[in-house]
């Protein structure tokens, strides 16, 4: 069983709270951009991370991180990429890798619009964290909290910030 904090779109802005909100957390995984690399140390600092790039992310985190990051977790295969859309309307550059790796979960970072949907037609759990950086058209800072247990998933928590 593992406690994981799901993030995305910091934007350059690491949040004061994230370290109380992530320290009962296991792993930390963001889904994209980050937008700098003291970002991702100052997370990299509170737990294991895993993570993509996102469209606004430099040289420096594309050389860290992947477009897409496909891995198993407990007993469930999952599949995070910044761009990736929702169910029913996932962008082109998603919805092959779905059909072809099957995860039971997909997390996508980007609209800044959280969303939390199961996709009965591909079989998985359809995770957008939101935006947890002041850059944006969102109001609050939003991110996830979840326990995967087996393949199960389990306590899920949606975490709200003001805007700082």
């Known amino acids: 069983m593992k406690k994981i904090g799901i993030l995305s779109d910091t934007h ?3 949040h004061p709270e994230l370290g109380r909100i992530f320290e009962n957390c296991d ?3 963001h889904a994209g951009d980050f ?3 003291d970002v991702a140390a100052g997370l990299q600092s509170m ?3 895993r993570g993509v790039f996102g469209n606004i992310d430099g ?3 594309r050389a860290e991180f992947p477009d897409v990051n496909i891995f198993q977790c ?3 295969k999952v599949l995070i990429k910044h761009i990736g859309g929702y169910p029913g309307k996932y962008d082109n550059s998603i919805k092959q890798m779905i059909q ?3 995860p039971g979960l997909v997390i996508c970072g980007h609209s800044h619009i959280l969303k939390v949907m199961y996709d009965a037609k591909l079989n998985h759990l359809h995770i957008n964290p939101g935006a947890a ?6 109001n609050v800072c939003t991110m996830i909290r979840l326990v995967v247990a087996g393949a199960e998933f389990k306590d899920l928590e949606v975490i709200e910030l003001p805007k700082l």
């Open 12 to 14: 350059s802005f690491l």
């Open 27 to 29: 792993e930390i995984w």
């Open 35 to 37: 937008g700098s690399m």
């Open 47 to 49: 737990k294991p991370l």
């Open 59 to 61: 040289t420096d985190i």
């Open 74 to 76: 407990e007993g469930v």
């Open 100 to 102: 072809q790796y099957k």
């Open 133 to 138: 950086g002041k850059y944006g058209a969102h």
